[in-house]
């Protein structure tokens, strides 16, 4: 995962830059590899999944390894993204739903 440290950057929300700009500067760089890394290991171990579901394994992964971070729903599609770019994930083509009925995409891992 050496080629993500680049790639991970803590920038505040244009919208609300006072807490965002708050929040931003707790991250920690090394925490967010952590994160990548759990969504990286749900996704092989899990298959395709949606942001919604890949959110709800990473709290019962979470709840099982107290040594991740805390991590928010945003925060979880920010750093699946950041695997998307580095190459390490992709859309599998397949479409799951959200919890209100939308169709939303579903990622896996790269092998």
């Known amino acids: 995962m050496s080629g993500l440290r ?3 950057q803590a920038r505040p929300a244009v919208l609300d830059p006072g807490t965002s700009l708050d929040a931003a500067a707790k ?3 090394s925490n967010l590899t952590l994160v990548q890394s759990a969504i ?3 996704l092989r ?3 395709p999944s949606t942001d919604e579901r890949i959110e709800s394994l990473y709290q019962v992964h979470r709840a099982q ?5 805390m991590a928010s729903p945003q925060s979880l599609r920010t750093r699946r993204h950041e695997l998307v770019i580095a190459g390490q994930v992709r ?6 739903s959200t919890r209100y009925g939308n169709a939303s995409a579903m990622w ?3 092998s």
Do not use: F, M, Q
């Open 6 to 8: 680049g790639l991970v």
């Open 27 to 29: 991250l920690d760089p």
């Open 40 to 42: 990286l290991r749900l």
């Open 45 to 47: 171990e899990n298959g």
């Open 65 to 69: 390894h107290p040594h991740l971070p």
């Open 91 to 96: 859309d599998s083509g397949k479409r799951g």
């Open 108 to 110: 896996e891992a790269r």
